[in-house]
Structures are given as C-alpha cells and as structure tokens.
C-alpha cells in the first residue's frame, strides 16, 4: 500500500531533549516536507526537500533540522526542543517538483514539550 | 498564489449530495483548483484538481464555472466519514511560480448529520 508512515505518533518529551521524527514513504517520490499544524495559524512549512541531499526551509524552520540521505527517508530532527515546538506535526511526499500540487500526508505525529 | 473564500462551515445530511463553494475572483489563467479534506488531527487528504473543465473521480466531482472565478466540490453521496475540514487551494502549474509547499487557507468545516 502506498503510504507516508510518521513515528513516533504520539511523544510528550522535556525541554532540551533532543529527539527525532522519523518520515517514510514507499512510493519513490522525490519531493519530501515538514508541515506544523497548531490552532488558528493552520499548516505551516517547516523544511522541504527536492530529492536527496537537497533539503531547504520553509517558513518556520527555527529550532528544526533535517536530512535526506535517502530518497524514501525525511526525518525531522529537534536539537533542543521547547515547548512553543508543541504542535502537531505532518510529513507529507509528491511524486517530484512539479506534481506538488498532489501530496500524500503522513498520519501526524502530535508533539508535547514540557 | 491568489485567495480563495471558502464558507467557514457548513451541514449536510448523510447520503445527500454536499455541494462546497469556493471563491477565487482573482485567479490567474495558468492557477489550477486543488481540493483537499483534513479528517480531525489526521493528515490532509488530496481530493481531486482541475484547471478549466469538471472533472470527476472516484472521491468528488469539481465544477468550474466558465470564467473560473469559483468553483463548487461535491460529494455525491455524503457520508458520516466524510465529516472534515475541506479546503480549496490555487496552485500555479509553472513549477517555479508554484513554489514549494500547500498553502492552506482556513476551509470549510463541513458535517454530515445522520
């Protein structure tokens, strides 16, 4: 089944705590990206990127790194994690750059900073 | 890429058609009409997108009207499950006028009553 998979699903962490969210999808698209969702401020870009190796931000990308070793994999990264980075986060992949307008989304993963 | 209006809310009864506007006054020849659906906290859902003509899928029809200033989604036959967030999103189909990422607007809130 062709999917976008997000883990973890669910993470309540503490402030500082480096931790990783991992993306994957199985359908050999070339584009990857990082969407937030946080109430009244809708899906916010956080990182995108055009195919490997090549990763560039988006409109929110402070306190966030990523990378794209692989093709199918897109992990978001939070060094040191604070609690204004609680949010509902999503990944999302399309076939390449010009078939944007058609993206698949992961399940989420909702994030709780303490 | 140009604004669209969407009705924040709206109800429809269960296996009646459920007809979704969308305005977009200022569109620009080369945008394309994106429809996609966010069931609660999951991740959005591509529906279906047009340029000029209807089109129609296994999911919804999209109707444009003919000067393309709006445009209407429906669902045929409306279930319970189709209880979501729908938005309507313009998107150029140059690549690098298109940019990178969805850009989505506050959409309609649509619920499907028993």
Same mark, same amino acid.
């Given at each position: 089944? /062709?999917?976008?998979?997000?883990?973890?699903?669910?993470?309540?962490?503490?402030?500082?705590?480096?931790?990783? #969210?991992?993306? +994957?999808?199985?359908?050999?698209?070339?584009?990857? +990206?990082?969407? @937030?969702?946080?109430?009244?401020?809708?899906? @916010?870009?956080?990182?995108?990127?055009?195919? #490997?190796? #090549?990763?560039?931000?988006?409109?929110?990308?402070?306190?966030?790194?990523?990378? @794209?070793?692989?093709?199918?994999?897109?992990?978001?990264?939070?060094? +040191?994690?604070?609690?204004?980075?609680?949010?509902?986060?999503?990944? /999302? +992949?399309?076939?390449?750059? @010009?078939?944007?307008?058609?993206?698949?989304?992961?399940?989420?993963?909702?994030?709780?900073?303490? | 890429?140009a604004k669209t209006t969407q009705p924040p &809310?709206?109800?429809?009864?269960?296996?009646?058609?459920?007809?979704?506007p969308c305005n977009h006054s200022t569109? &620009?020849?080369?945008?394309?009409?994106?429809?996609?659906?966010? *069931?609660?906290?999951?991740?959005?859902?591509?529906? *279906?997108?047009?340029?000029?003509?209807?089109?129609?899928?296994?999911?919804?029809?999209? *109707? *444009?009207?003919?000067?393309?200033k709006s &445009?209407?989604?429906?669902?045929?036959?409306?279930?319970?499950?189709?209880?979501?967030?729908?938005?309507c999103?313009?998107?150029?189909?140059?690549?690098?006028?298109?940019?990178?990422?969805?850009?989505?607007g506050g959409g309609t809130?649509?619920?499907?009553?028993?």
């Amino acid at each position: 089944e /062709a999917q976008v998979t997000q883990n973890p699903r669910y993470l309540i962490t503490v402030t500082g705590k480096k931790l990783t #969210v991992t993306c +994957s999808q199985n359908m050999n698209h070339e584009y990857m +990206s990082w969407y @937030r969702q946080d109430p009244g401020l809708g899906l @916010r870009q956080i990182y995108y990127s055009m195919n #490997v190796e #090549v990763t560039d931000k988006g409109d929110v990308p402070e306190g966030y790194k990523v990378s @794209r070793k692989e093709k199918r994999n897109f992990p978001l990264i939070l060094e +040191s994690p604070s609690p204004n980075q609680t949010s509902l986060y999503f990944c /999302a +992949s399309s076939l390449r750059d @010009r078939d944007l307008g058609e993206q698949f989304f992961g399940p989420g993963t909702r994030l709780t900073v303490l | 890429d140009a604004k669209t209006t969407q009705p924040p &809310s709206m109800d429809c009864a269960e296996g009646r058609a459920a007809n979704l506007p969308c305005n977009h006054s200022t569109i &620009s020849g080369n945008e394309y009409v994106y429809w996609y659906r966010q *069931i609660h906290s999951q991740g959005p859902q591509y529906i *279906i997108h047009g340029l000029k003509n209807n089109e129609t899928n296994e999911m919804a029809s999209l *109707i *444009i009207t003919e000067d393309r200033k709006s &445009s209407t989604l429906i669902l045929p036959h409306a279930t319970l499950r189709d209880t979501a967030v729908y938005y309507c999103i313009l998107r150029w189909g140059w690549v690098k006028a298109a940019g990178n990422k969805l850009t989505f607007g506050g959409g309609t809130r649509v619920l499907v009553k028993p």
